[in-house]
């Protein structure tokens, strides 16, 4: 549709912005205006775009092309009845016309109609002289829709015409992958490498790929094969970083990541990587400086700020520790994961309190699982809250009702409350294995009275 002769389109632009300055109406021809309105379009000028094709609808009202660049305005609006209206209307005219089934492809697409969608896409490729958006278009259809065989057919088809089209080679693997089809993967990976044995991109899949087989060694080969096409390629430093990093080889791992921070802007993620090989090895201050590294680069990173108080956790510095969990939830309030950390940190500094507090701050964040229930229930009955525990037993019990750790603690708790019928109804000793029983004592002191194996 768009005049590709930019000189050409490039003076209606001109001659049509200098009509607007001068309130003069100028005759364009229906081309030109579709020239000036995909031009705007394309720049993301909707308003300019609008004049000109209010203007072009006034000089040229038949126009089918207009008409189809005035539906496209109106799907960018969301005023999609309108443009399904129009689009009836256009293709009663011209009913051979792909765009029209394109752009109700598109409406049904944003809609949640997906087989409707797929519906006009054929249509528009059965009328189609280059299939190659279309297929692409079809795959996306298919994708959206959870299905991954049709998807594939489609994104291979694109593959098979276009090796270097690698939005659609990452969406048909993304399809195998859906499948558990990594042989698939392989091979079509295999197929772009004859035609281009320097593409790095394919190396780079490939080597993803094979580690999901567990091929390690032939994993790193093709890194190292992505590296050789393009020794710039910061993604296949880390992953082969990674790699390293997980064969054991630290120190390779670290030269892999130092490149990755030179061929591209610095990461968190990367110095994040480094501060845990630095830590592997018992470099601690290199860790700690590489994990600040990530902080002072990405405050919101919640994840480096997680690494770093981990980091201190594991050498037992716990009030270190608390100063950087503090510092963490000034940009990341909300974190679940730092949350976790603050409790481990509040009972490892017996700050019980600020620990019952943070178990409270995790429900509020929406998060309501079996291990951190118990942990807040463990906490309650370590300090003898046991009306507290058994409050928090009876509404987890509802939630979780098969958990044989909430109904052990239940007994325990009816035990400690002299509640014997209950207790004896949630505790059965005699079926209490040696351990069970010895981690039970630590919580319930009234069990000391009992032997394994005795009835209450």
């Known amino acids: 549709m768009l005049n590709f002769n930019s000189e050409e389109t490039q003076s209606s632009i001109s001659k049509f912005e200098h009509m607007l300055k001068t309130n003069h109406i100028y005759y364009f021809d229906a081309q030109e205006f579709e020239d000036i309105i995909v031009h705007y379009l394309g720049f993301g000028d909707n308003q300019l775009a609008k004049k000109a094709l209010k203007m072009g609808l006034e000089q040229h009202p038949t126009s089918h092309e207009l008409m189809l660049l005035q ?20 293709e009663k005219l011209n009913p051979m016309d792909e765009e029209i089934s394109l752009q109700k492809a598109s409406i049904a697409s944003k809609n949640g109609d ?6 006009h896409l054929h249509k528009a490729l059965e009328l189609s002289e280059d299939p190659l958006e279309i297929w692409n278009l079809l795959g996306m259809e298919h994708l959206l829709a959870e299905e991954y065989e049709e998807a594939s057919y489609f994104f291979k088809n694109c593959v098979d015409d276009t090796p270097q089209d690698y939005s ?11 499948l558990e089809k990594t042989d698939e993967a392989i091979a079509v990976l295999n197929e772009v490498l004859e035609v281009d ?37 910061t ?43 630095h830590e592997t090895l018992e470099n601690k201050a290199l860790a ?28 037992e510095l716990h009030k270190k520790a608390k100063d950087y969990f503090k510092r963490s939830l000034e940009v990341n309030s909300d974190s679940i994961t730092l949350w976790k950390k603050g409790i481990q940190i509040f009972t490892a500094l017996d700050q019980y309190e600020k620990a019952l507090a943070a178990y409270e701050k995790l429900y509020d964040l929406g ?48 035990l400690e409350l002299g509640n014997a019928n209950e207790a004896l109804y949630f505790l059965n000793l005699e079926a209490l294995d040696k351990k069970e029983f010895s981690d039970l004592l630590k919580l319930f002191p009234s069990l000391s009275q009992f032997k394994k194996g005795e009835s209450l």
């Open 367 to 414: 998060l309501y699982e079996l291990d951190l229930i118990l942990g807040h229930i463990d906490l309650y009955l370590k300090l003898g809250q046991w009306n507290k525990a058994r409050t928090l037993l009876d509404e987890a019990y509802k939630s979780f009702p098969e958990s044989r750790a909430l109904a052990l603690r239940l007994g325990g708790c009816s």
């Open 71 to 90: 539906s496209e305005v109106l799907i960018l609006d969301e005023k999609y009845e309108a443009a399904s209206k129009l689009l009836d209307y256009v």
């Open 197 to 233: 044995p320097y593409s790095e991109v394919a190396w780079h899949q490939l080597g993803l790929v094979l580690l999901k087989k567990g091929l390690q060694k032939e994993a790193l080969s093709a890194f190292d094969f992505a590296l050789i096409s393009d020794d710039t390629f």
């Open 114 to 119: 997906h087989q409707a969608s797929i519906n």
């Open 288 to 315: 700690a400086k590489f994990y600040l590294k990530a902080i002072h680069l990405e405050p919101s990173n919640e994840s480096s700020w997680a690494a770093l108080i981990e980091f201190f956790i594991q050498q």
């Open 235 to 277: 993604g296949a430093y880390i992953e082969k970083g990674k790699l390293l990093e997980e064969m054991g080889r630290i120190n390779e791992a670290i030269e892999n990541y130092e490149i990755a921070l030179n061929t591209n802007d610095p990461s968190a993620f990367v110095y994040q990587c480094i501060g845990r090989c």
């Open 168 to 178: 659609a080679l990452y969406n048909l693997l993304y399809a195998y992958e859906q």
